[in-house]
């Protein structure tokens, strides 16, 4: 059964940092475009970041420069670790398995718009002013 599994959300003051961790269960993330994307109430969901195999990144602007995205192969692991922070930034966040090629073709794009091999079940992130 193929699971991912999100934690580390919260709740933190503007200017603040959390960092998100998720755990892939039955897949083999350097075989995947792995990655990223938010779903504030009420809007549409918008990729974050993407990694792919090789440790190539891509961010979505309004996170570049204060978003970090990782993986630890050995661990099977991907993080998000998220600095600066503002209330903008306040959704759930889903951790997402895309088909490998799209990180070339569309990198953090890709989990809001192709089928996705997997998704976590999410983990709140809110930020107040």
């Known amino acids: 059964q193929v699971q991912l599994v999100e934690s580390g959300g919260g709740s933190v003051q503007s200017g603040g940092s959390l960092s998100l961790s998720c755990q892939a269960v039955?897949?083999?993330?350097?075989?995947?475009?792995m990655g990223w994307f938010r779903q504030a109430p009420g809007e549409e969901g918008e990729g974050v970041a993407s990694i792919d195999s090789s440790g190539d990144t891509s961010y979505k602007d309004s996170v570049e420069g204060r978003f970090a995205i990782t993986q630890d192969n050995a661990e099977n692991t991907v993080s998000l670790q998220m600095n600066s922070l503002k209330p903008e930034d306040t959704a759930m966040y889903y951790c997402?398995?895309?088909?490998?090629?799209?990180?070339?073709?569309?990198?953090?794009?890709?989990?809001?718009?192709?089928?996705?091999?997997?998704r976590g079940q999410g983990t709140m992130v809110t930020v107040s002013s």
């Open positions: 039955g897949l083999i993330i350097s075989n995947h475009c």
């Open positions: 997402a398995a895309a088909p490998r090629e799209f990180c070339a073709v569309m990198g953090w794009g890709a989990f809001t718009h192709v089928p996705l091999d997997a």
